[in-house]
């Protein structure tokens, strides 16, 4: 007697786990013998693909988002570095001499602070630490610059980077802990008001 495969396939799970009856063990065993297609199925069904434990999966988690955390401030600090890196070259190298003056007022007061600011507080609504570190690279590069092109360390120069960066970092990590405290107290109040159900 021929037998369906569609019924076969239904009777599979319970053969691989050994709780078919006698008659529908049988059946399924004489059928395995003539077909092939269910043969590789019941095979299939013997030897399940491994599944990562869950330990692992929670691990592998945990690592992307140190790594999406990291990233971003990573990233921001190269913005901000790619920018200082093209005030430099450009006023090196392209800037004519009588357009120096107002290339370097552009540059230091307006391009490198609003880059350093928005750098920062970009940083600052992560959880980053290197966030922390930001201000001084910021600030080392924004005293550095002006002293390749005036040939002298001014006071002004911290304000090209330095005080915009911490102004913004301190905005961004107000922001960020408002934002968890917020968070805090609204879980807190659903689990009471879960709670009192």
Not at 78 to 89: G, W
Not at 186 to 191: I, L, M
Request: glycine share 8%.
């Amino acid at each position: 007697m021929k037998i369906n495969c569609n019924i076969i396939r239904d009777l599979l799970p319970l053969y691989v786990e050994g709780i078919a009856s006698e008659e529908s063990r049988e059946l399924v065993e004489e059928h395995l013998e003539e077909c092939g297609e269910c043969r590789e199925r019941c095979e299939c069904m013997k030897c399940p693909q491994p599944q990562p434990p869950v330990q692992q999966v929670g691990q592998l988690k945990r690592l992307k988002r140190v790594l999406l955390q990291h990233t971003l401030s990573i990233v921001m600090i190269v913005v901000f570095l790619t920018v200082a890196a093209m005030i430099l070259i450009q006023g090196l190298f392209f800037v004519k001499p009588d357009e120096a003056f107002g290339y370097t007022l552009l540059c230091f007061y307006l391009i490198l602070p609003v880059t350093a600011f928005v750098c920062s507080l970009v940083l600052g609504l992560g959880k980053s630490a290197i966030k922390w570190f930001a201000p001084i690279v910021f600030g080392g590069v924004g005293v550095l610059i002006p002293m390749f092109f005036f040939r002298n360390f001014d006071g002004i120069a911290l304000f090209f980077a330095l005080i915009p960066s911490l102004i913004g970092l301190g905005l961004g990590s107000i922001i960020f802990f408002s934002k968890r405290a917020w968070n805090r107290r609204k879980r807190q109040k659903r689990a009471n008001t879960n709670f009192g159900k």
